[in-house]
């Protein structure tokens, strides 16, 4: 689907962040060779995920091939990533029939914020499973509105437009406070946030790699310190560039100060046994 003028099929470009594309879900691809598009989207691909973009420009360079990317899908694609490889393929993205959203359970029934969500991604490529926060100045305050694509029809990639019916749903707590939490959010804990990455996401990331040399990851670690300082960001970090599940458990919720809960009651259990399936 990719018409090459010069620019090899596969070839693969330097995925980098630029922040004039926030919230677009778009890429501008840079190339020392002419780029030909049969089509204004493209598919990323990177170590197994894919996602859709729109392509709003095609730029001569001489340096190396680069696609300048809206954050939010580099960090879907990649992670924390420095500058990762990734290959594309343009092809045409058809309108969604339906789509399926997840938002904020405080959100998910209001009328106003739901039609204010559609408007703004009228015209995007959505992603099954793609996950991004919609900024917005609302009554004066600023606002953050997670927002998690469930699922499209066709999938796994679709275009909404005015005809889309569109479907919303609740987050869970835990994934609302992920979405969007990335390590260039947290300030001042540099040591905390290596080691954390050392002990806990290279070892999840680049497993093959870590168990050939014999290094064998620790099973389990504790951040301690008052409340406050970002232990919890740490985690919902972590999380979100591992796509894993966060739990996110009280200490009230375990144990309880009344004897009329005591530790093995049907709520604790329930604490306990919730993430014994991931």
Known sequence: MLTQQGAAAGEHFQLVEDPGLQGTLSVILRSPR?????????????????CAALVEAVEGTQAEPQILVDGQLKAYLAGSASSPSVSFTAFAIEPA?????????????Q?????????RLLGKPLTQGLEFKLYALLGGEAHEVPVRVAATEPSPFA?????????????????ESVIGTRWSDIGGLDKAVITVREL???????????????????????????PGTGKTLIARALANELDAHFFFIQGPEILSA?????????????????????
């Open 34 to 50: 002419p780029i030909t598009l049969a089509h204004p989207a493209v598919v990323l691909r990177h170590r197994g995920k894919q």
């Open 159 to 175: 275009q909404l437009d005015r005809d889309t019916e569109v479907t919303f749903r609740p987050l869970t707590r835990e994934r």
């Open 258 to 278: 009344y004897l009329s809960r005591p530790a093995g009651s049907p709520a604790t259990r329930k604490q306990w046994l919730g993430p014994r399936p991931h």
């Open 200 to 226: 806990v996401e290279f070892p999840m990331r680049y497993h093959e790699v870590m168990a050939e040399i014999g290094i064998e990851p620790p099973k389990g670690i504790l951040l301690y310190g008052p």
């Open 97 to 109: 029939k339906w789509v399926e959203l997840q938002i904020a359970a405080r959100l998910a029934g």
């Open 111 to 119: 009328t106003s914020y739901e039609a204010w969500i559609k408007k």
